[in-house]
């Protein structure tokens, strides 16, 4: 797995250590590579201790910190991993996650595996992202959006309500239809995208030539996998029956609202130009 250092060292430790309870089979191996983009984490790590901290020379962001440590710990290893995940570290995976994970028969269209995501605050799901793929006019206007503390919050209100209600919806489906239906012994559905919070890659993503090298610095990583995902000929599902927990924006909650505006705003501009502007 693939996460960012950034002044959150007790958090990022507290991670370790709950992951290296968990369990990936007989056969298997979980190993986290980390970059540090505030370069203040001491404690390098080795290979023998489950994880490897890689140090940029400056901030690279969420995915481009993610994929800095990715390719530092290939380097290292030689090794390329069946899964990749990019996730945060304010995280807490079911106990038989990585286990069910490794055990999965997947179909061969698979490029990205989104788990089922409980915001620890609320109880509501953060996946799916996206269902289906929002139009040219939606993202365009989160270039506009972003742009002004007015209309980010309407935005963000807009949210939280429409969260609200579809959480009281899916209390109220599952009281009437029970368990998640499978289909042909699968519990997947095909969406648009992942939350970005915990992302699972399976290798062919990679080996199709897909990338986590991302031009916006935080914000629409879930736009940039889902379309890198598509252009290769690849698809996003997402599987309920495995189960993350998210305690959610410890990183992200101490940034000033103004910079975190600047940053979503210069994103919404990448998605646009990059993949919606002209397709």
């Known amino acids: ?29 979980i190993a986290i590579a ?26 690279l962001g969420y995915l481009g910190g993610c994929s800095y440590a990715l390719e530092g710990w290939i380097q290292e290893t030689g090794e390329f991993p069946a899964w990749v995940g990019v ?29 089922a995501i409980t915001r620890l605050r609320d109880g509501s799901q953060q ?5 289906r793929r929002p139009s040219r006019t939606r993202v365009l206007a989160y270039t506009v959006i972003w742009r002004s503390a007015i209309l980010t919050y309407c935005l963000q209100s807009s949210v ?6 579809k959480r009281r919806v899916s209390t109220l489906s599952r009281t009437k239809r029970g368990r998640v239906s499978v289909q042909n012994g699968l519990t997947m559905k095909e969406i648009y995208s992942a939350h970005g919070s915990a992302v699972f890659l ?13 031009k916006g610095f935080m914000f629409g990583e879930e736009f940039h996998l889902a379309e890198q995902t598509r252009r290769v000929g690849l698809k996003v599902y997402w599987d309920p029956a495995l189960r993350v927990i998210h305690k959610e924006h410890k990183s992200t909650g101490q940034l000033m609202k103004k910079q975190v505006r600047k ?15 002209k397709h």
């Open 87 to 115: 996730v945060n570290t304010d995280l807490e995976f079911a106990s038989d996650f990585f286990l069910r994970l490794s055990l999965l028969e997947v179909p061969e269209d698979v490029g990205i595996l989104a788990p």
């Open 34 to 59: 980390i970059a540090d983009n505030s370069r203040t984490w001491k404690d390098v790590g080795n290979k023998s201790d489950g994880f490897s901290v890689y140090t940029p020379k400056r901030n």
């Open 202 to 214: 399976r290798d062919e993503y990679f080996k199709r030539g897909a990338s986590l090298q991302y």
């Open 127 to 131: 996946n799916p992202y996206f269902s």
């Open 1 to 29: 797995m693939c996460a960012v250092h950034f002044y959150d060292t007790v958090q990022v430790e507290d991670f370790i250590r709950q992951i290296r309870k968990l369990s990936l089979g007989l056969n298997g191996q």
């Open 263 to 277: 940053w979503a705003g210069k994103s919404a501009q990448v998605v646009w130009s990059e993949y919606f502007s």
């Open 160 to 165: 939280k309500l429409r969260r609200d209600l």
